[in-house]
């Protein structure tokens, strides 16, 4: 579903029309009295109103006709002039319990009668004229004539329920009768999409928000405050208009830093939080309520491992449920992966064994620190310390955790000991960070090279993985550590056999950490 939310504090009429001419509706169509308006005859060339048609420009101001008299119930009947055509009752406005009878209105289109025969001519000769709105129905019987249809015609192409010589032109030659009838288009609740549904009932002038991250049968939104009197039905309707979408939560409290996860209220639905997801091809199951998953994140988890080669290690330092793990695991990257959150521990076993990866990732439940001080470090020290260049895998450690990932940079400060054996095998870090920044990419390096103790000038590549909020930004630096912070020189007694242990290999035994 984007990803970023969509808000409708805009007033314009163009902006109106066209964004409520793209939401699907089916319709129930109601018998009507017909007044036929003979169509006039425009001074404006046929070849000119056909360009607009293609150009897809949409008239700005519609004259209203006079209104039918012929409301059943507490429904209106609105013809074409009006800028709210398409819009629910205004009664609605102020709803907290969702009625959906109160959705019924009655609205005036326009028609064409059009013998059965030649429709399928008639709707390929004005595509652009006759009604384009998703899912309502173009084509309906005649309820005066039974070998004729019903064209419905799009009333921001037919003001004034006319048409253009153009238009004339093209019924001409179908030997069509060149008059627009008026009929009577009941909408329900059914017929309106969420967006215009909420718009419709929230306080006018303030930011209707409908976007939401959807998890599987899930859908997570981040109400405002003055969107809380209103979030139950708005949790209903997201179930009405969303299919697959049974369950709708709230995020009530900020993530917490040190499992990721967030206190949360289940607005409408049912309460089951445990779900599937699936990402870049690769299925993952999770409970949403105790551990982190952002499906905004699946182009920056692509990203990443993109750049890793069959054969290549991967240090996955907050791996969450394996976003990044089980598909390096599949390109067949040795991978070693880590969280500190024992429920995204057990969720990246559980993924691991149902992406059939599980005896290619060894993973670790520790703080991140420990992880770096300990298996990454073993780990690294045999990697680097192999006798020949070529046998060298490249080395990538992702730290995603941004609100606070920066800070332990500082374990790579002397993290190995002896000699570096050569540029080209220094590990690459991905490490993640949150910014407010008005220069985020500036800012991020800085306090990269403060928890190093060195400079990245030009040995470093930022990346902007996705605005978070107002002012606030999510980025990715990448840089290979350099070998005076990774290595810490050994004293002179120390020298020679530290050097020879390190880079030549002779007391190594490679062991077959991964299978």
Same mark, same amino acid.
């Given at each position: 579903m984007r990803e970023r939310p969509l808000s409708f504090g805009r007033r314009g009429l163009s902006h109106c029309f066209r964004t409520l001419w793209r939401f699907g509706c089916s319709a129930r169509l109601l018998k009507t009295n017909h007044?036929?308006?003979? /169509?006039?005859?425009? &001074?404006?060339?046929?070849?000119?109103?056909?360009? /607009?048609?293609?150009?897809? !420009?949409?008239?700005?101001?519609?004259?209203a006709a006079q209104?039918?008299?012929?409301?059943?119930? !507490? @429904?209106?009947?609105?013809?074409?002039?009006?800028?709210?055509?398409?819009?629910?009752?205004?009664?609605?406005?102020?709803?907290?319990?969702?009625? !959906?009878?109160?959705?019924?209105?009655?609205?005036v289109v326009p028609v064409l009668k059009v013998k059965k025969e030649i429709v399928h001519a008639l709707l390929k000769a004005l595509k652009h004229t006759v009604l384009q709105r998703p899912g309502l129905k173009r084509v309906i019987e005649d309820p005066e004539d039974e070998g004729s249809k019903l064209v419905i015609l799009d009333p921001h192409q037919v003001p004034e329920f006319s048409l253009g010589q153009a238009e004339q032109e093209v019924l001409k030659q179908l030997n069509i009768p060149p008059e627009v009838s008026r009929y009577n288009l009941e909408l329900t609740y059914e017929n309106f999409k969420s967006e215009e549904i909420l718009r419709a009932v929230l306080p006018e002038g303030q930011d209707v928000t409908s976007g939401f991250s959807r998890v599987g049968h899930i859908a997570h939104f981040n109400l405002r405050d003055h969107q809380l009197p209103y979030k139950h039905?708005?949790?209903?309707?997201?179930?009405?208009?969303?299919?697959?979408?049974?369950?709708?939560?709230?995020?009530? &409290?900020?993530?917490?830093?040190?499992?990721?996860?967030? #206190?949360?209220?289940?607005? /409408?639905?049912?309460?089951?939080?445990v779900t599937k997801v699936k990402e870049n091809n690769i299925s993952y199951e999770l409970d949403f309520a105790k551990v982190y998953w952002n499906p905004r994140l699946s182009t920056e988890h692509g990203r990443i491992v993109e750049l890793l080669k069959p054969g290549d290690v991967l240090f996955d330092v907050f791996a969450g449920i394996g976003p990044f793990a089980?598909?390096? /695991?599949?390109?067949?990257?040795?991978?070693?992966?880590?969280?500190?959150?024992? @429920?995204?521990?057990?969720?990246?076993?559980?993924?691991?064994?149902?992406?059939?990866?599980?005896?290619?990732?060894?993973?670790f439940n520790l703080d991140g620190r420990d992880f770096l001080l300990g298996p990454v470090r073993e780990e690294l020290s045999k990697a680097l310390a192999?006798?020949? #260049?070529?046998?060298?895998?490249?080395?990538?450690?992702?730290?995603?955790?941004p609100a606070s990932a920066l800070e332990f940079l500082d374990v790579f400060r002397h993290l190995l000991v002896g000699e570096p054996c050569g540029a080209a095998v220094l590990p690459t870090v991905h490490c993640y960070g949150f910014s407010k920044h008005e220069?985020?990419?500036? @800012?991020?390096? #800085?306090?990269? #090279?403060?928890?190093?103790?060195?400079?990245l000038d030009g040995r470093c590549a930022t990346y902007l993985v996705r605005n978070v909020a107002p002012n606030k930004e999510?980025?990715?630096?990448?840089?290979?550590?350099? $070998?005076?912070?990774?290595?810490?020189?050994?004293?002179? $007694?120390?020298?020679?056999?530290?050097?020879?242990?390190?880079?030549?290999?002779?007391?190594?035994?490679?062991?077959?950490?991964? &299978?």
């Amino acid at each position: 579903m984007r990803e970023r939310p969509l808000s409708f504090g805009r007033r314009g009429l163009s902006h109106c029309f066209r964004t409520l001419w793209r939401f699907g509706c089916s319709a129930r169509l109601l018998k009507t009295n017909h007044s036929r308006t003979a /169509a006039p005859n425009t &001074s404006l060339p046929a070849v000119r109103m056909l360009l /607009a048609q293609h150009s897809g !420009r949409i008239p700005g101001v519609f004259v209203a006709a006079q209104k039918a008299n012929f409301c059943t119930m !507490r @429904e209106t009947v609105e013809e074409n002039g009006s800028p709210e055509l398409y819009s629910p009752h205004p009664e609605v406005r102020g709803m907290t319990l969702l009625d !959906r009878e109160a959705f019924k209105k009655t609205v005036v289109v326009p028609v064409l009668k059009v013998k059965k025969e030649i429709v399928h001519a008639l709707l390929k000769a004005l595509k652009h004229t006759v009604l384009q709105r998703p899912g309502l129905k173009r084509v309906i019987e005649d309820p005066e004539d039974e070998g004729s249809k019903l064209v419905i015609l799009d009333p921001h192409q037919v003001p004034e329920f006319s048409l253009g010589q153009a238009e004339q032109e093209v019924l001409k030659q179908l030997n069509i009768p060149p008059e627009v009838s008026r009929y009577n288009l009941e909408l329900t609740y059914e017929n309106f999409k969420s967006e215009e549904i909420l718009r419709a009932v929230l306080p006018e002038g303030q930011d209707v928000t409908s976007g939401f991250s959807r998890v599987g049968h899930i859908a997570h939104f981040n109400l405002r405050d003055h969107q809380l009197p209103y979030k139950h039905l708005i949790g209903q309707v997201i179930i009405d208009k969303n299919p697959g979408i049974s369950c709708v939560v709230n995020k009530t &409290s900020i993530i917490d830093s040190t499992y990721r996860n967030f #206190e949360m209220e289940v607005l /409408a639905g049912e309460s089951n939080l445990v779900t599937k997801v699936k990402e870049n091809n690769i299925s993952y199951e999770l409970d949403f309520a105790k551990v982190y998953w952002n499906p905004r994140l699946s182009t920056e988890h692509g990203r990443i491992v993109e750049l890793l080669k069959p054969g290549d290690v991967l240090f996955d330092v907050f791996a969450g449920i394996g976003p990044f793990a089980i598909p390096a /695991a599949k390109k067949k990257c040795v991978v070693f992966a880590n969280d500190l959150n024992p @429920e995204s521990y057990k969720w990246l076993l559980h993924n691991c064994k149902l992406n059939k990866v599980d005896n290619k990732i060894k993973a670790f439940n520790l703080d991140g620190r420990d992880f770096l001080l300990g298996p990454v470090r073993e780990e690294l020290s045999k990697a680097l310390a192999l006798e020949k #260049e070529a046998q060298k895998p490249a080395v990538h450690i992702v730290m995603n955790l941004p609100a606070s990932a920066l800070e332990f940079l500082d374990v790579f400060r002397h993290l190995l000991v002896g000699e570096p054996c050569g540029a080209a095998v220094l590990p690459t870090v991905h490490c993640y960070g949150f910014s407010k920044h008005e220069n985020p990419a500036k @800012e991020i390096q #800085e306090r990269a #090279e403060a928890s190093l103790g060195a400079s990245l000038d030009g040995r470093c590549a930022t990346y902007l993985v996705r605005n978070v909020a107002p002012n606030k930004e999510m980025l990715c630096i990448s840089f290979q550590v350099p $070998a005076d912070v990774l290595y810490k020189r050994p004293c002179p $007694a120390e020298e020679k056999p530290a050097s020879k242990r390190l880079c030549t290999g002779k007391d190594f035994t490679e062991e077959n950490v991964v &299978s």
